[in-house]
């Protein structure tokens, strides 16, 4: 593994000090590598495109936190090339590794000493799409949530074509086992090892006097359609693929969710269990 390219978020890395020194190691090394600037598209600036990544990169570093991982996870999913995550953020449940072990795991990288896992993710299609491509994949998770006024959001939910409920709270959340330390999590949903195969269903602040998360299997399709509370039908909500702006969905319209026909790969190196490293990251948020 000799060709690298540094996605990096432009917030976490200002003066891009840390990526250039990156960049400078790998080629004393002997290696090729370039950089591309990613921050979240709301902010002005382009998300990074997987034409962006130059033929023959054998690796995608990722420098900043897990949002940054997860974006360029999702962006760059139809090159096929693996990713690993340098964390710069808080927390950093999906990033392997820190700033300060960078240099030892580049060595490792080049010597072809490395693990590779396939991380499932999410396709998201608007009911009366013409076309068969998803409106984008996920990582994390996909999440129906309401707009506006604080009120509530009337969410069905069928899956495989059967009615399953009809929830009226927040939202709902349809997470991966990637994704079920994330906002899955927050909202009282399970935590499951990531490399397990199956989907999350997390309903967010449910009017009831129970709520529950619902594990399906990962081949089940989920549609949810949003439904009416009062006679103006003027509801709306949003979808939103990993904390970005997907659609929006009107009364009676639908969004169709499945496991993506693509995974995400993630290079590892570390031989310690994922309830080992969950434990070290809560005692982080302690």
Not at 33 to 42: M, Q, R
Request: net charge negative.
């Amino acid at each position: 593994m000799k060709k690298f390219v540094v996605i990096v978020n432009a917030y976490k890395d200002p003066n891009l000090e840390e990526t250039r020194s990156l960049c400078s190691y790998i080629k004393t090394r002997g290696g090729s590598c370039t950089y591309l600037i990613s921050v979240d598209e709301h902010e002005g600036i382009r998300k990074v495109r997987a034409q962006d990544i130059p033929k023959g990169t054998e690796c995608i570093l990722v420098l900043g936190g897990d949002g940054t991982l997860i974006r360029a996870a999702r962006d760059t999913v139809s090159c096929g090339i693996p990713l690993i995550g340098i964390n710069m953020g808080t927390v950093g449940y999906l990033c392997e590794l820190e700033t300060d072990s960078v240099l030892e795991a580049l060595d490792q990288m080049m010597h072809g000493e490395y693990m590779l896992e396939e991380r499932m993710m999410l396709s998201g299609f608007q009911e009366g799409q013409e076309c068969a491509n998803p409106l984008s994949y996920a990582l994390n998770d996909i999440v129906i949530h309401r707009t506006g006024p604080l009120s509530l959001v009337s969410l069905t939910v069928y899956v495989n074509g059967q009615y399953l409920n009809n929830f009226q709270g927040d939202g709902m959340i349809i997470s991966t086992p990637t994704g079920s330390t994330g906002y899955n999590m927050s909202a009282g949903g399970p935590i499951v090892d990531p490399k397990a195969q199956l989907l999350l269903l997390t309903p967010i602040n449910c009017h009831t006097l129970t709520q529950r998360s619902i594990v399906i299997d990962p081949h089940d399709e989920v549609v949810i359609e949003v439904g009416s509370r009062r006679a103006q039908r003027d509801e709306t909500a949003e979808v939103s693929f990993d904390g970005d702006h997907g659609c929006w969905l009107n009364v009676g319209e639908c969004i169709r969710i499945r496991k993506a026909d693509v995974s995400a790969r993630i290079l590892k190196f570390s031989k310690i269990s994922f309830l080992e490293i969950l434990r070290k990251k809560m005692q982080a948020l302690r």
